[in-house]
């Protein structure tokens, strides 16, 4: 019976994905059959936020949105790069489901994870679904021993600082309902990378419950990582801001 009941809820949802992208035209094919293999019998649709990709992105979207249609991918360009947090509140002006994900194009937050966020936010009745690489089960591949320092150093220093009540503050693979991403998402003005931490402070200080699922994160497979020292200085900033107002 409860398995039934569960079903019956994950047909009643509709999953809209985010995905942002800037030159991912070698990984954008694969996520999206990705999410299409791991999520078979689930009502979603993919939307893709392309910042003016110069390498060919959106041709790649194009041939996709033929071959698993139009209403299931959804192309929503803009003309230039304006952001992280600008291009997740640009999809989700387009987004029809009462559930919305956010997650990367670039294959490090593998679809395979997204029926464990679906399971938990039925069984739990979550607000927020996030992953994180920092309880057991979780965890980083690729990385070189100083980037993993770096992140778990940043990860501790949010920690100490903003009591946030989740354990991978950094993190960029959520689940939310709707409603609440629209109410938190308005009172964000971060942007960039600090804008998922400003998110997910946010939303434990406003007091949603959220649960945490455990992901592997596997650094990129094609391109290069658009993190570097103006990101690091920028996150710095951010935390010193959440620490002031929130």
Known sequence: ???????????????????????????????????????????????????????????????????????????????????????????????????????????????????????????????????????????VHGWNLMRKLTSRGANVLAHTLLWPGVSDLTGSFRLYQKSVLEDVISSCVSKGYVFQMEMIVRASRKGYHIEEVPITFVDRVYGSSKLGGSEIVEYLKGLLYLLVTT
Do not use: W
């Not at 990705?34 to 078979?40: A, E, G, V």
């Open 1 to 139: 019976m409860i398995r039934n009941s569960m079903e019956e809820k994950e047909e009643k949802n509709k999953y809209s994905i985010i995905v942002p992208t800037y030159n991912e035209r070698l990984n954008i094919a694969l996520t999206i059959y990705l999410i299409f293999k791991h999520l078979q019998n689930v009502n979603f649709e993919v939307i893709v936020v392309d910042d003016g990709s110069p390498d060919g992105t959106q041709e790649i979207v194009k041939q996709l949105q033929q071959v698993y249609g139009e209403d299931c991918i959804l192309l929503r360009p803009r003309p230039k790069k304006l952001g992280l947090g600008t291009a997740y509140m640009h999809g989700l002006k387009h987004a029809t489901g009462n559930f919305v994900v956010i997650m990367d194009a670039d294959l490090s937050h593998h679809p395979k994870y997204l029926p464990s966020f679906i399971k938990k936010q039925i069984e739990t009745g979550a607000s927020i679904v996030t992953g994180t690489r920092y309880v057991k089960g979780g965890g």
